[in-house]
Protein backbone atom coordinates (compact mmCIF):
# COMPACT_ATOMS: atom_id res chain seq x y z
CA UNK A 1 0.00 0.00 0.00
CA UNK A 2 1.56 3.14 -1.24
CA UNK A 3 2.07 5.52 1.55
CA UNK A 4 1.69 3.70 4.69
CA UNK A 5 5.55 2.99 5.10
CA UNK A 6 7.12 4.75 7.75
CA UNK A 7 10.39 5.21 6.21
CA UNK A 8 8.64 7.17 3.30
CA UNK A 9 9.19 10.21 5.48
CA UNK A 10 11.19 12.84 4.15
CA UNK A 11 14.26 11.18 5.10
CA UNK A 12 13.44 8.10 2.82
CA UNK A 13 12.39 9.99 0.13
CA UNK A 14 15.75 12.12 0.06
CA UNK A 15 17.81 8.45 0.50
CA UNK A 16 16.25 6.70 -2.46
CA UNK A 17 16.25 10.06 -4.81
CA UNK A 18 19.74 11.47 -4.13
CA UNK A 19 19.38 15.33 -3.42
CA UNK A 20 16.14 15.34 -3.45
CA UNK A 21 15.81 16.19 0.76
CA UNK A 22 18.16 19.38 -0.19
CA UNK A 23 16.04 20.90 -2.93
CA UNK A 24 12.66 20.60 -0.51
CA UNK A 25 14.77 22.59 1.84
CA UNK A 26 16.12 25.33 -0.38
CA UNK A 27 12.28 25.53 -1.47
CA UNK A 28 11.08 25.49 2.29
CA UNK A 29 13.54 28.36 3.01
CA UNK A 30 12.73 30.28 -0.42
CA UNK A 31 9.23 30.39 0.67
CA UNK A 32 9.96 31.32 4.30
CA UNK A 33 12.16 34.48 2.80
CA UNK A 34 8.67 35.18 0.70
CA UNK A 35 6.81 35.34 3.59
CA UNK A 36 9.54 37.35 5.84
CA UNK A 37 10.18 39.51 3.17
CA UNK A 38 6.57 40.33 2.01
CA UNK A 39 5.43 40.89 5.96
CA UNK A 40 8.72 43.57 5.84
CA UNK A 41 7.02 45.37 3.43
CA UNK A 42 3.36 45.52 4.66
CA UNK A 43 2.84 48.69 6.98
CA UNK A 44 2.24 48.76 11.05
CA UNK A 45 -1.33 49.65 12.01
CA UNK A 46 -2.28 52.70 13.70
CA UNK A 47 -2.77 51.06 16.81
CA UNK A 48 0.42 49.53 17.17
CA UNK A 49 2.44 52.58 16.44
CA UNK A 50 0.51 54.53 18.78
CA UNK A 51 1.38 51.49 21.52
CA UNK A 52 5.44 52.27 20.09
CA UNK A 53 5.03 55.86 20.50
CA UNK A 54 4.14 55.43 24.09
CA UNK A 55 7.47 53.29 24.46
CA UNK A 56 9.41 56.39 23.48
CA UNK A 57 7.81 58.59 25.68
CA UNK A 58 9.67 59.29 28.88
CA UNK A 59 8.71 57.13 32.22
CA UNK A 60 5.96 59.26 34.01
CA UNK A 61 6.47 60.52 37.80
CA UNK A 62 4.19 58.37 40.21
CA UNK A 63 5.65 59.92 43.11
CA UNK A 64 5.68 56.57 44.80
CA UNK A 65 9.66 56.64 44.10
CA UNK A 66 9.80 53.69 40.72
Known amino acids: MAGS ?10 G ?3 NAGVRKH ?3 ARQLRR ?4 A ?5 PPDMMA ?5 D ?3 SG ?3 GA
Do not use: F, M, S, T
Open 5 to 14: DPEDGVAGRA
Open 16 to 18: RHG
Open 26 to 28: DWI
Open 35 to 38: VYDE
Open 40 to 44: LDEDI
Open 51 to 55: ILAKL
Open 57 to 59: EPP
Open 62 to 64: RGD
